[in-house]
């Protein structure tokens, strides 16, 4: 029972912190986070293998 707690709370941990990353990178948020609900601590490398949106969009402003 205990083990179970503590798995999901680390799984809704993973999630909301792959929403923040997604969202600073102008991912798709509810993508990453049900991609960190389901796949927990997993799912965090590859989230750093897609490309950051949000930086081609900051260089396309500044010129």
Known sequence: ?????????????????LWRIANKRGSN???WAVM???FGPLAIPFIF???DKSAKSNRSNKK
């Open 29 to 31: 948020t509810r993508f």
């Open 49 to 51: 293998l897609t490309k």
């Open 1 to 17: 029972m205990t083990g179970m707690i503590i798995i999901s709370i680390i799984c809704i941990s993973c999630a909301f912190l």
């Open 36 to 38: 960190g609900a389901v």
